[in-house]
């Protein structure tokens, strides 16, 4: 079952303008969210991370938000550069063992 | 600090042969996960270990197996391959505790089954 669901498998935006991806989760029970980045041919790499006790966390042009009522999480990239230009997924670890839950993954393209 | 190392990176197998991949974590972390990508279906999610034991496993047939040696390196094992199993596969260490923590992953294998 797809505890953590990433609607849109693709995304393109103009360098500059501001890129929202968005996903959703489906376990209440989450409590600790992360974002990863992955470029092809590489792994993933961790991007940003909110807490559920948090419905805001920013780190530079990264900023994550978090609806717990809606069950939905967004990363909003400010402003948008070509190099964003990846597979971005979002992930949930369960309050036990390491068994994250990934989404499926949106491909955001920063046109230049 | 060293990342994640994953070999091969590449590797070309025919059905119904077998393949081993191998991890390396970072130094220090003591929980190795492995993780399957196949375009469309994200990152799917094998089977974990900590201290040389199993602690969780996803819903893969028993073909997949793995174990870790008390250096923390794992390797990962898939038997009587079929062509469903090409796929990029990807380690991903981590401290093991419970929670609130992040992954690092390796660059992966990327194993194709003609």
């Known amino acids: 079952d797809q505890q953590v669901k990433q609607n849109s498998p693709s995304l393109s935006v103009q360098e500059g303008r501001i890129s929202i991806l968005n996903c959703d989760y489906t376990?209440?029970?989450?409590?600790?969210f992360l974002w990863y980045k992955k470029y092809p041919a590489e792994g993933p790499t961790f991007l940003i991370s909110i807490s559920s006790i948090k419905d805001k966390n920013e780190d530079g042009r990264f900023t994550v938000f978090l609806n717990k009522s809606a069950k939905h999480l967004s990363l909003h990239i400010v402003p948008s550069q070509p190099g964003d230009s990846a597979v971005y997924f979002c992930?949930?670890?369960?309050?036990?063992?390491?068994?994250?839950?990934f989404g499926t993954g949106t491909s955001l393209t920063v046109i230049p | 600090k060293a990342g994640v190392t994953q070999t091969p990176r590449y590797l070309i197998k025919t059905r119904g042969q077998q393949v081993t991949l191998s991890c390396s974590p970072i130094?220090?972390?003591?929980?190795v996960s492995w993780y399957q990508q196949t375009p469309g279906q994200g990152l799917q999610f094998l089977f974990e270990?900590?201290?040389?034991?199993?602690?969780n496993k996803g819903n893969f047939p028993g073909r997949f197996s793995g174990r870790q040696f008390s250096n923390s390196r794992s390797e990962m094992n898939v038997s009587t391959l079929e062509l469903g199993d090409s796929a990029l596969y990807l380690c991903?260490?981590?401290?093991?505790?419970?929670?609130?923590?992040?992954?690092?992953f390796g660059s992966g294998t990327q194993l194709s089954v003609l």
């Open positions: 270990y900590f201290s040389e034991t199993q602690r």
């Open positions: 991903a260490s981590s401290l093991g505790r419970m929670g609130n923590e992040k992954l690092f």
């Open positions: 992930a949930a670890p369960p309050n036990t063992g390491n068994q994250f839950y």
């Open positions: 130094s220090g972390h003591r929980s």
């Open positions: 376990n209440s029970m989450f409590d600790y």
